[in-house]
């Protein structure tokens, strides 16, 4: 019995079927890749992370003992990812955002209201916007909401446990 060898030729038919075969299922698997990697987000239901700026005292100890208890969803909102040291989000797009160990704000004009027994300094300016900042807290926590996504009463009532584990030192009059 011999064994022969193929010619180049014979070689090069062979190798036809094995390149094509290997070309289908490079194509196959990339169309494959490409169509997970668009679709995986809407069938995930995930949101991007929210881009945020830590506030100056966020390594303050305080604000770990708030993050760690910020809830998984705020006003029937989910809460999102954040890029920032202490502080939190909540809806797509974000209708809440809290930050703590903002500038703890001294005696002021501003409205103070007192929701869940947490006094807040409300701040208007950017309506329907509203920024919260805690009254006599050290460090100060802010909330900034949306009020045409989310009610400002119910998710600062939602928060007030968490934000009373800073202790108040003052009051509003």
């Known amino acids: 019995?011999?064994?022969s060898y193929p010619d180049e030729s014979?070689?090069?038919?062979?190798?036809r079927p094995v390149h094509a075969l290997r070309t289908r299922r490079l194509r196959s698997a990339a169309l494959t890749a490409l169509?997970?990697?668009?679709?995986a987000p809407?069938?995930?239901?995930?949101?991007g992370t929210v881009s945020m700026?830590?506030?100056p005292d966020a390594d303050d100890p305080a604000c770990a003992e708030i993050t760690v208890r910020l809830?998984?969803?705020?006003?029937?909102?989910?809460?999102?990812?954040?890029n920032a040291q202490a502080t939190g989000a909540w809806g797509d797009p974000a209708a809440v955002?809290?930050?703590c160990g903002v500038r703890v704000p001294e005696v002021s004009d501003s409205t103070c209201v007192t929701v869940g027994d947490i006094d807040w300094l409300v701040d208007d300016t950017d309506a329907p916007t509203y920024r919260f900042t805690t009254y006599g807290r050290t460090p100060a926590t802010e909330v900034l909401i949306n009020s045409e996504s989310a009610s400002g009463n119910a998710a600062l009532a939602e928060l007030a446990n968490i934000v009373a584990r800073i202790p108040a030192d003052k009051r509003c009059q």
């Open 97 to 99: 955002v809290l930050r």
């Open 35 to 39: 169509l997970v990697g668009l679709t």
């Open 42 to 47: 809407l069938l995930s239901g995930c949101s």
């Open 10 to 15: 014979s070689a090069a038919v062979c190798d």
């Open 1 to 3: 019995m011999s064994l």
């Open 53 to 55: 700026t830590a506030a």
């Open 71 to 82: 809830p998984e969803t705020l006003s029937e909102l989910p809460k999102r990812k954040t």
